[in-house]
DNA sequence: TTGTATGCGTTATCAA
DNA sequence: TTGATAACGCATACAA
């Protein structure tokens, strides 16, 4: 076997010596052949007779033969990591997009690495920087609300390093989106308020500057003006798809007169503060007010009334991400990956048609 | 600089070439000194003149030169990345304790590597094999429920990883422990409902094997022993840290008669579970019912009314965690970390004095 | 189709 | 206290 005899023993004391792991030099020796084949077999090189293909493949079998990762980052100069950039204070939807990460990466040597950033933070982009130069990072996947800062991207691009971004629309060529129709949903999931009978339809919307707050208000305005129902600018509050503000915007929209008979929130946490808002006025929901979220966080089934709202695949689409940034690589995602993935209207108990006038 | 020119072009076409890095071998020509001066240099070994040390230093800022982590990674067979192992189904949790660990890891070399496991797969063991030993993870944090799982800690030792484990009580080692004390926090809450006058008080006990589930009911027993209360077998019901499981644990406690006036649900999904099934049943809470959840989960304050329960300091717990993994790294983590943790009774509107007896 | 020699950027050995 | 040289494990250029 390799001699490793060298090691220093580990600082703190006494650890037992790992396993000793078969490097490509055993498997050399082991199979009668050079290293370079046996590096040939490992990469699925095409030129190789099948006999020693798979007499090489029979020895790494044997001997449990693993490519240490660490040299071939070394060698390739790229590691075998994926990196997670995120800014969404969604624990939800970063956790359910790592688990669809890691469902692709899972039986490949890649990792996840993650990294929440700070927007507005000036030092975001030194950040990002650093992390991708000094990891060498294969490739990232970034999620809203930063996958729609086109520097980013352009960073991880001079950079050499792919990257897949996840967004309520498509803003980059396919290859680097996978992306949800927010502004289908939230049409699909007004209309259905519509064919309940409502026409006072007022709206949360979410923070300027965000393009998902932006697709979900046109596709409330859309499906209004498809139904020619009126849109008062008064029936338009401003959120920042907090809770908290949920309860403000609830406060202007229910001290209307005549109020609303139904809210749709940009987001599952303030149509959790429209709800919270309406309860603390006494406001029966879905009697008296009916109410649609977006995302369909836990939160949404689990208040009272539970939350109609709109869930997207978020798992499928972090999937398709990964597999995104895999393509091409050996043995791994040679299928096309689709981009766009649409949503689905979940009705719950939040929404009734509207009591009639008294 | 270091002759690089055999670098093959990237696949899949043009990509602008990476910025060139200097390496340790352009710093010690730049500086007149050998690779290895340079090397201890940044090891910070201790036998090196004050001089050679200050001028090397000044030569690495120049040029901003940062050590190739890769290349640390193959000649110190371990890797510059912690890893986060859990199967915790409580997102915010996860995410918080990535947060926490995050913020320790800042401005160090490493970085956080996410790996959610499935207890219960006989696959499990062999994963996280496979994860240390093809990785050479520095170190890893292990979370509650698999945390306390004493065979996946002996593996860790085993193949040469650091780990610490957090956990409701201290199970291991101070070094390999980061604990909160969920016996004394219940136990405070538990007297909370008992100085506002409840004497009927029920549990939504964890599931069966869950330390913490253990932990948290015998915080609730004491309480009540200490006060005198009785504690009938009917009063405490099995749930599954589960929303619907709180629903069913709710049913059956609120069939009782005579009814308990209170609740202690042993975390925040089961405590709305029973808000949500004592509303479902006309039971005004909190004049009917007094309910207290666990976690302080974003659920706790938004659903009505918002629930009393109890705050673990995740994020500080994370931080301890992984600067604990990192003592004795050089420049990092010199300072002791605390191993236990206190929690904090957060009051809300779902506790009132129980109704007076019709 | 296969093998040889060499590089990747760092740390360890051991002699100076 | 320093430095020349050999690992670390794998991949590539080029020759055979």
Redesign the pocket.
Known sequence: M???N?K?PARGGSRPPETPRP???DIARLAG?????V?RV??RSP???QK?REHVEAVIQEFGFV??PQ??A???GRNFLIGLIHDNPNAQMVINMQQGILEALRHTEFELVVRPVDRGSPAMFDDVRGLLTRQRLFGVVLLPPISENAQLAKLCDELGCRYVRMGSAMLDDPEHMVSSNDRLAVMEATRYLISQGHVRIALVAGPHGFLSAHERREGFAAALAEAGLKLPRSFIADGQYTFESGIGAADSLLALVPRPTAIVACNDEMAAGVLFAARSRGIAVPEELSIIGFDDTPLAARVWPPLSTVRWPIVAMGRAAALKLLSGVTGIGEVQEPSTFVSTFIRRGSVAPPAAES
Chains 1, 2 share one sequence.
């Not at 052949?33 to 084949?37: F, L, M, P, R, W």
């Open positions: 390799t001699d490793r060298h220093s490097t490509i030099n052949e050079s290293k370079k084949t590096s490992i990469n030129l190789l007779t020693t490519p240490n040299a071939r070394l060698a390739l």
